[in-house]
């Protein structure tokens, strides 16, 4: 099995407890997310070897990150320590009507303000066959734009295989900075991998007639939207995932997955929320674990949905769960009974 890395950002997540608001919450849950580092630990729950690429402060609580992104067995040889400061997320849980709420606090962290030629790329892909990073990373500062097309550039040149989440935030920048900085990247790009509105605010394809806000969506809306990636974009394979939004404490949950000219349909599942964060990076550490194991484009997409759907089981950012519980999922055993 090919070796993977990711490049990105582990944040402090500081979220109020029983679904509380801020305004109303004397304390947090200290936990660590963040998209690529997500994706990293959901493939080494699967059994993947695994390395996570990033720069953190030389002081106490950039040693308490490392050791959490250890906990999981994921290489951390290729972290930088420079800057002075590790990025912090608030979440505020929603409930019903209400919607969950992020305020970010990363400014001027370490990873922000990396330079071109921190990392040693030959180094660092070496044994390495798979790179992926989002369009998180590129949104934090010019220089991690810099850095993260430096790093896909010489992933490609190196013969790594390369996807890429757009992960589109619109508390980081806007549509025009994103398909400004997202676009160019997409030449080294192999595998694409969003939601239902990435597409269009990262990359400007957009689906007809859709309104992610509705609750329901429609999956041929999205052949469009797949056919003009692929010819825009040169793309290998594509995967969208589709999340409908009943409220801040039911969606459901499914994607589409395209190689080969031809669109799979993923299976919907009803999922009560328990925690929405991280459900993309789990699809996305889905469609790689997928393509690493060669499994075919209908059993790839199987497979990243039930992963997906069980991440939003699990408080906090991680898809703490293993093959044979995503298994279990993907042949249709969503009972929840007890297992004694």
Known sequence: MKNVATLGEILVRLATPKKERFVQSNNFDIDYGGGEYNVAVSLAQFGVPTKFITALPENPIGDVAINRIRSFGIDTSSII???SRIGLYYLEHGAAMRPSKVVYDRAKSSISEVELGDFDWEKIFKGVGWFHFTGITPALSKKAADVTLEAAKAAKSLGLKVSADMNYRKNLWSPQEAQKIMKPLM?????????EEDAEKCLGVSAENQDVTSGELNPDAYKGVINKLFTEFGF?????????????SDNNWSAVYSEGGEMYV???YSVHMVDRVG???AFSAGIIYGNLQEMPAKETLKFAVASSALAHTIHGDLNLVSLDEVNAVAKGDTSGRVQR
Do not use: F, H
């Open 236 to 248: 290998e394979k594509i995967g969208i995932t589709l999340r409908e939004s009943l409220s801040a």
């Open 266 to 268: 993923g299976q919907k």
């Open 81 to 83: 320590r420079q800057g």
């Open 279 to 281: 459900g993309g990076d």
């Open 187 to 195: 030449d080294y790009v192999d595998i694409a991998i969003g939601n």
